[in-house]
């Protein structure tokens, strides 16, 4: 029994015994009062009635006459003259108007002893007279005092209850941070609660609140030692940005996707004659102005991030820079972005010209031949001294052209339930799938579409909430391809900005049998951007409803790790860009090792994204990795 019913079940014995105490105390007083007083009455009238007697005539119907008198008016039960010669005159009344009931009389009793006198005749003993009053009325009137006493003392337990149960749960309320704290360690989830007032509560609090901060202490240092470690290995020292090997490594992992219909973005940007600006300008200024440049290009694009899904970075030498757009291929809409919005390095009276190349590429083209052509472009844009040159893409392949024509398109393709979906597993270390992640495809146009080719424009004219809001509806009604696997949705930043699309949600995740069609949900890393209570709501409710719920892509912004496995997640899936580098880069292996160790220590599985290969997934087993997912799984499958 817990501690909560065992306090509400005291207080409730507590309350009872008091009133039964109570109401027994006070009548079982009122019955010694009415008897005392009525074997009061009973003496006193006794003697008075000996004494009247005894001044009275001994005429033997004159005494008759006056007992009789006497007992019609003093409300007795009997009266008896015994006289010496051993007769008697015994008057005697039945108990009349008896309200109380037979089964309360039997349980408080009403025992007067009669009051006994002398009369006398001069000096010689004429008789003994005895009075008894009758009960009756006493009875009665003990009755309508229990049924008052039982009233107020009601009246009373009641406001006493009230009392005991804003005890109880002002009592309890602490009691419930505790358990709910001392459960969260117990998912080794380390939550700090307000300590309570209750002098046990709140030692065992502060207990747990320094346990709480030590590890939330422990997690900040490890994720800033590995963001430390991340930036040295990963980023170019003078700018900030992604290293030459870490933007190869962005590209390939786009390149590598499975989805052949995504339509992704490449940008080459160069600072001319950077060697005479270093000698006009100096080192320290021209270091300054290109971390101003990169910082300018992250605004601008930050401002435009409805367009695509990511934005990527990186200097690829010490004058040209490379910028990914994932899941955009509307190059015409690049002018603004970039020409007019962005400054070249230089003083403030004369600013270096930037040249620009964009192209767009699609996975399963090789890295070589994508660099090779957009560095063809801005050839071209040096030469012809042009600030951007755009690659034209094929559109042999697209049948809408304006936001109205895709909009109608991706909305038919929803209403008429005419999407799909590619399963790709998710296996653990013995082969056995984890999961299913499940890829979504639209019917457009008479062809099955995949999600990269109409994700961008769902995003951009706002369908993305309705789109996965089809998908789960859609999953959670086939059944799943091995019995008791889950089933992966990705859910969108979008969505979970969207009440009413989290209220739909999870609603289908309530309605759906969940024996046979487990689901688990996959938010992305920049859900963490939210605010905390609407994601907290929706992972717990989540989790409450049977789903299983992690996010996706991390890898980039390690100072959320503590909000991570404080929203009590059940797994983290790293970025494909990582999956690039595990197999023969020492240092990122060692990154891995030490993400996935303080993943583990705070009760989180760690998935690694983007496997490529068999040897990819080796390391992956090495590097502490719970479960692997990408090209290589399927190839090896």
């Known amino acids: 029994m817990s501690l909560v019913k065992q306090l509400w079940l005291a207080t409730t014995i507590l309350i009872v015994t008091a009133f039964a105490a109570s109401l027994a105390a006070s009548l079982v007083s009122a019955q010694a009062y009415y008897q005392e007083q009525l074997a009061l009455k009973n003496i006193d009238s006794a003697n008075s009635l000996a004494i009247t007697l005894s001044h ?51 349980l408080f009793p009403l025992r007067v002893p009669a009051g006994v006198a002398t009369v006398s005749d001069g000096w010689v003993n004429y008789g003994t007279v005895s009075v008894e009053s009758a009960t009756s009325y006493a009875a009665n009137s003990l009755w309508v005092t229990a049924q008052r006493l039982f009233l107020w003392l009601t009246l009373v337990a009641l406001c006493a209850g009230l009392a005991g149960s804003w005890l109880v749960r002002r009592i309890s309320h602490p009691l419930k941070d505790v358990v ?22 709140r030692r065992v609090v502060r207990a747990m609140n320094k346990l709480s901060r030590r590890v939330e202490n422990m997690l900040e240092s490890e994720a800033k030692a590995l963001a430390e470690m991340r930036e040295k290995a990963l980023h170019d020292p003078v700018t900030g940005v992604a290293n030459r090997e870490f933007f190869a490594n962005r590209l390939d992992a786009l390149l590598a996707d499975h989805d052949n219909d995504a339509r992704h973005t490449l940008i080459l ?57 994932t ?27 930037l040249r620009f190349s964009a192209s767009v590429f699609q996975p399963g083209t090789s890295r070589a031949e994508v660099m ?39 909305q038919s393709a929803l209403d008429n339930d005419e999407l799909d979906e590619v399963l790709h597993p998710l296996v653990g270390r013995d082969g056995t799938p984890l999961h299913q992640e499940a890829k979504i495809r639209l019917k457009l146009n008479g062809d099955w579409r995949a999600a990269g080719y109409f994700l961008p424009w769902s995003r951009r004219l706002g369908l993305l909430p309705m789109v996965d809001i089809a998908m789960m509806k859609h999953l959670s009604s086939i059944a799943p391809p091995v019995i008791g696997n889950p089933v992966l949705v990705h859910v969108s930043t979008e969505s979970l900005l969207d009440e009413d699309a989290c209220d739909r949600m999870l609603k289908l995740i309530e309605d759906r049998p969940s024996e046979s069609h487990p689901l688990r949900l996959e938010l992305p890393d920049s859900a963490l951007s939210i605010g905390d209570l609407r994601l907290s709501s929706f992972i717990h409710e989540s989790q409450q409803r049977g789903c299983q719920v992690g996010i996706g892509g991390v890898g980039h912004n390690l100072e959320r790790i503590s909000k991570v496995h404080e929203l009590g997640l059940d797994y983290i899936k790293t970025d494909p860009v990582y999956a690039q580098r595990l197999e023969s880069d020492h240092t990122a292996q060692q990154y891995m090792q030490r993400l996935t160790a303080l993943a583990h220590s705070i009760g989180l599985e760690v998935y690694l994204a983007g496997a490529t290969s068999e040897a990819c997934i080796e390391a992956a087993w090495e590097a502490g990795f719970n479960g692997v997912t990408g090209p290589g799984v399927s190839r090896a499958s």
Request: hydrophobic share 35%.
């Open 56 to 106: 009275t005539e001994k005429e033997q119907a004159l005494i008759r006459s006056f007992l009789d008198a006497q007992f019609a008016t003093g409300h007795y039960q009997r009266i008896r003259l015994e006289f010496g010669n051993g007769k008697s005159v015994d008057l005697r009344s039945e108990a009349t108007d008896l309200s109380a009931p037979g089964w309360f009389r039997s």
């Open 269 to 325: 940007a160069r600072v001319p004659e950077l060697a005479s600006l270093n000698a006009k300008l100096g080192h320290e200024q021209v270091n300054a102005e290109l971390r101003r440049f990169c910082s300018q290009v992250s605004d601008n694009f930050a401002d435009c991030d409805h367009h695509f899904t990511d934005f990527f970075i990186g200097r690829l030498n010490g004058s040209d820079f490379g910028i990914l757009l």
């Open 372 to 410: 090779m052509r957009a560095d063809h472009l801005l050839a071209q844009a040096e030469q012809a001294q042009e600030p951007l040159v755009i690659g034209e893409d094929s559109e042999e392949d697209i049948p809408f052209r304006n936001a109205s024509e895709w909009r109608a398109a991706i």
């Open 180 to 201: 709910q704290q001392a459960e969260a360690i117990g998912e080794k989830r380390f939550i700090v609660s307000a300590e309570p007032r209750t002098t046990e509560f």
């Open 327 to 353: 899941e955009f291929h509307d190059t015409h809409a690049l002018g603004d972005m970039l020409v007019s919005g962005i400054q070249g390095p230089g003083n403030q009276e004369e600013r270096q010209d």
